[in-house]
């Protein structure tokens, strides 16, 4: 397979599909199966300032404080994990200290960059970082006795920093 198998017609490569996906959080073993993750975003308040003497009728814009939405991951509904033990640490009323652990998204390319490359060992090709995550909501799935759908729960993560790949 020639290494330009995943390029268009120009000679530029396809871009990264959405469907492959890893999350991990750290410190705790094993790996949760997310069906979606939303919201990884980060914002900078605008300042604006305009002097009393200044020539200009426009304000002068500088950059404030960097602020991050919540992330909301989406997963089926299984019956016991780490993760949801996390989860439960972090919403019950009787907890301590509140866990925080460092949370990476992990995009995966799932076209071989190399000729012997399978997609078994194809690294992730961006990993957005989440610094000391913690779960602020949790929602329980919805339940409904005359659908045969997957139980679907969501958890919603607060984070200090976000961490961007090239």
């Given amino acids: 397979m020639a290494a330009d198998t995943y390029t268009n017609g120009a000679g530029s490569y396809y871009p990264l599909t959405k469907m492959n996906f890893l999350v991990t959080v750290a410190t705790i073993s094993g790996t949760a199966a ?11 308040d605008v300042i604006e300032f305009r002097q009393g003497n200044s020539g200009s009728l426009a304000p002068v814009k500088i950059p404030g404080l960097v602020k991050h939405g919540n992330v909301t991951l989406r997963m089926g509904y299984i019956l016991d994990s780490p993760f949801k033990t996390w989860i439960q640490e972090c919403v019950s009323e009787t907890r301590g200290q509140m866990p925080r ?36 909501k949790y929602n329980a799935p919805d339940l409904d006795a005359k659908t045969s759908d997957v139980a679907i729960e969501s958890v919603e993560l607060a984070y200090e920093e976000l961490v961007i790949p090239n």
């Fill in 34 to 44: 997310f069906s979606e993750v939303t919201g990884v975003e980060g914002s900078v």
């Fill in 101 to 136: 652990y460092d949370v990476t998204i992990e995009l995966i390319d799932i076209n071989p960059a190399a000729p012997n490359q399978t997609v078994e060992t194809t690294q992730g090709t961006r990993i957005w970082t989440l610094t000391n995550a913690w779960v602020a």
